[in-house]
């Protein structure tokens, strides 16, 4: 079974500041790598993925990850915190032998201040 | 592209009644579609799994005659919840998979937030 570990439920940034957002999984095989972000009462947004290919993967609103696999981490970064990046971030792996599901990891939240 | 939409997107009931959820792939066809409860700052907890013209594979703890998937189009899922009961009261979020999607990307919808009174 697949399991996803996101070390802190939250993280307080100041804007401008450094993000960084900590990911670990386990897999039995090679695994595809997610990360997606949610802002109150709506769904989730893809952020970036990870396919085996490229280990440091650049997404969506300036954020990027870099997957190591002597570490199992995929965390995520975003070298300039913005207001708007305040959200709920959340990690998730692929199980490709269990049809494709997604296990998500317990999610963190981000505060941006001013 | 690939955009999933839900309806409703708040719904309030009162116990006892069945209320239904809509999930459709606006313009791609969903072969996969796939219902996820989240509760109040949690994470999302897959409920099944639906494929088109099949049954719905439920993951373990979630009761398929409560929670009724009907995956009937390409582009159209609904998930009933019967006999609604206030701890049924949760963010229900539906994703979307379609044939050849490489990286198996799943594209969600915006969520419905259910309150049964």
């Known amino acids: 079974a697949q399991s996803v570990t996101q070390l802190g439920s939250h993280v307080s940034v100041s804007e401008g500041a450094l993000v960084l957002l900590r990911c670990n999984y386990s897999?039995?095989?090679?695994?595809?790598l997610f990360w997606y972000v949610q802002y109150p009462n709506q769904g989730l947004q893809l952020l970036l993925k990870?396919?085996?290919?490229?280990?440091l993967v650049k997404g969506i609103n300036g954020f990027e990850a870099e997957f190591k696999k002597s570490e199992t981490s995929f965390h995520l970064t975003k070298p300039s915190a913005h207001m708007s990046d305040a959200a709920e971030y959340f990690c998730a792996v692929s199980d490709r032998a269990a049809g494709n599901k997604l296990t998500f990891g317990g999610g963190t939240r981000v505060l941006v201040k001013p | 592209g690939a955009v999933v939409s839900q309806h409703p997107s708040r719904v309030i009931c009162k116990s006892g009644t069945s209320v239904k959820i809509e999930c459709r792939s606006l313009?791609?066809?969903?072969?996969?579609m796939f219902w996820y409860r989240q509760f109040p700052k949690q994470s999302l907890m897959l409920m099944a799994t639906s494929n088109e013209g099949s049954k719905a594979t439920y993951e373990q703890g979630v009761e398929k005659d409560k929670f009724l998937i009907n995956h009937a189009s390409l582009t159209l899922s609904t998930l009933t919840v019967t006999s609604a009961h206030p701890e049924d009261s949760s963010f229900y979020i539906c994703?979307?998979?379609?044939?050849?999607?490489?990286?198996?990307?799943?594209?969600f919808g915006p969520g419905t937030r259910l309150t049964v009174l």
């Open positions: 313009d791609f066809q969903a072969t996969t």
């Open positions: 897999s039995s095989v090679p695994p595809y």
């Open positions: 994703s979307a998979r379609t044939t050849g999607t490489g990286p198996n990307e799943q594209f």
């Open positions: 990870y396919t085996s290919a490229a280990t």
